[in-house]
């Protein structure tokens, strides 16, 4: 047998499926899931070549050429490159003395980190600067942050968690991200069904996800909803737990990009003021607001995915949409658990989902739609 596996879910005229050997989720049509469904539990390539042949009427040798393509591409483990740091590693000086330590109260759980310079700071603080105090109260989690070798370290509670070149420096973001939510919410990180690169919304009894590509207006959306009555749970990072599907509130502030102050400031007259940071990374120059929650122990379920986009000469255009075309629009920009159990229940979260598109530029429209989707209890 195969040492992998495969979970396949049925949705729409399609299946989608996760593959154990990459973390891979692939849409394909019915014929091609059912191949295979066959080549996982090890049916032999001719026999799955000869029913394709009968069932398809085309030769077999193009039969078969096709099912060991498709078990080729398929099933190729993931082949992303590990960084050995065998020799860098070994001699590795964790620095003395750092020039930047920042203390954050985030509920009950105190959190302190270094950072050995400025270029490191600028990494994370400024997501995490309205949660910043003056303790002398002792920490109950330290992470430290410093560069040598040409990468960037991370340690939490004095554990190495890992190491990474400039190139991969989002990577980094990602996983001090990754330990934060495990230490905010007391979860393992396989007891997290993935993380999206979305914006949360609620209205204190559920929350939804409005999702979409960058600049299309996720953040100044959620801006301009916390202004009307809702509460911030999250952005850019939303974390999803495995054992409810619910979200996970996350104390990031909220990325404003330039071109949104005249729409927010009279809301919030403080962007004026507020510094702005260049982030190299994504090429872009953003203020970051404060979210409106003050609980981040909240979690909520969520059954709305709304692909939001402010579009000029759109009033509100909104409908729901395939499935199928919010999954391809979801998954690439999101972290989804390797677990197979996860695997399992991620597609069984979102078969249930509703997928809606939402375009507008009238922002009171908008905000109207919105609480009429948070009122619909169908």
Not at 274 to 286: A, H, M, T
Request: net charge negative; glycine share 2%.
């Amino acid at each position: 047998m195969k040492d992998f596996a495969i979970i396949s879910k049925a949705i729409e005229d399609k299946t989608i499926v996760w593959f154990e050997t990459n973390n891979k989720y692939s849409i394909l049509e019915q014929r091609a899931a059912k191949i295979v469904e066959q080549l996982s539990n090890d049916k032999a390539v001719e026999v799955i070549a000869d029913e394709v042949a009968n069932d398809l009427n085309v030769p077999f040798e193009k039969a078969i050429d096709f099912v060991i393509k498709l078990n080729k591409d398929l099933y190729k483990p993931n082949l992303k490159k590990e960084v050995n740091l065998t020799d860098d590693y070994r001699d590795l000086v964790k620095p003395q003395e750092f020039d930047y330590v920042k203390h954050y109260q985030i509920n009950n759980l105190t959190l302190t980190s270094y950072f050995k310079t400025e270029k490191e700071l600028d990494l994370i603080h400024p997501k995490f600067e309205h949660l910043e105090v003056n303790t002398s109260n002792s920490s109950d989690v330290v992470f430290e942050v410093f560069s040598q070798h040409n990468y960037t370290f991370l340690f939490v509670d004095k554990k190495f968690i890992g190491a990474w070149g400039t190139k991969d420096i989002h990577y980094f973001q990602g996983k001090f991200l990754m330990e934060l939510i495990q230490k905010i919410h007391q979860k393992n990180e396989d007891e997290w069904l993935g993380v999206f690169h979305a914006s949360a919304l609620t209205n204190g009894k559920k929350s939804i996800l409005f999702l979409g590509d960058s600049g299309n207006g996720k953040s100044t959306s959620l801006a301009l909803l916390q202004a009307n009555g809702f509460t911030c749970l999250a952005d850019d990072f939303v974390p999803v737990d495995a054992r409810n599907k619910e979200v996970f509130a996350f104390p990031a502030a909220i990325s404003i990009k330039k071109n949104s102050l005249p729409i927010l400031a009279p809301f919030y007259p403080e962007l004026e003021s507020i510094k702005e940071y260049s982030l190299k990374v994504s090429n872009k120059i953003v203020r970051y607001l404060k979210p409106n929650n003050s609980d981040y122990s909240l979690h909520l379920p969520c059954n709305d995915l709304v692909f939001i986009k402010y579009e000029q000469g759109v009033e509100l255009d909104f409908n729901p949409i395939s499935k199928l075309e919010a999954f391809q629009q979801l998954i690439p920009d999101s972290w989804l658990s390797p677990k197979k159990e996860n695997a399992q229940l991620f597609l069984d979260w979102f078969a249930t989902t509703n997928c809606y598109e939402l375009t507008y530029s009238d922002n009171e429209k908008m905000i109207n739609q919105v609480r009429n989707l948070f009122d619909d209890e169908l």
